[in-house]
C-alpha cells in the first residue's frame, strides 16, 4: 500500500493540516516509509505475544486507611488571601451563560 500526493492533500484537508504544495512530495514520502516500516512489522509472527498496554510496569501500592486528626479549621484558613468564618472564598468559576 502506498500513499499517493493525493492522498495526502486529502488527509490534510481531513485534518485540517496547511500544507504547502512544495510539500506535498516531502510528505509523501515520509508517509510511505512509515507505511512500508509498517508493513516489515505485520511480518513477524506474533503469536503467543502477550498485548503490552503499557511499557511500564506498574503496581498499586496501597496502604491501611487509619483515620488521623486533621489541622483545626482555623489553621487551615491562617493564610486564605479570602474567607469566610469556616471556609475558603474563592471566585466564581461557572456561569449560568
Do not use: C, W
Not at 498485548?51 to 487551615?76: G, K, M
Amino acid at each position: 500500500m502506498s500513499v499517493t500526493i493525493k492522498d495526502v492533500e486529502h488527509i490534510a484537508k481531513l485534518a485540517r493540516l496547511d500544507i504547502k504544495e512544495n510539500e506535498l512530495e516531502n510528505y509523501t514520502k515520509h508517509l510511505n516509509s512509515i507505511l512500508d516500516y509498517m508493513e516489515k512489522l505485520n511480518e513477524l509472527d506474533t503469536r503467543g505475544v502477550e498485548p503490552l498496554f503499557n511499557p511500564i510496569e506498574n503496581t498499586n501500592f496501597f496502604r491501611e486507611d487509619i483515620p488521623v486528626r486533621s489541622i483545626p479549621r482555623e489553621e487551615a484558613l491562617k493564610n486564605a488571601p479570602a474567607r469566610t468564618d469556616e471556609h475558603f472564598k474563592v471566585p466564581k468559576v461557572i456561569s449560568q451563560d
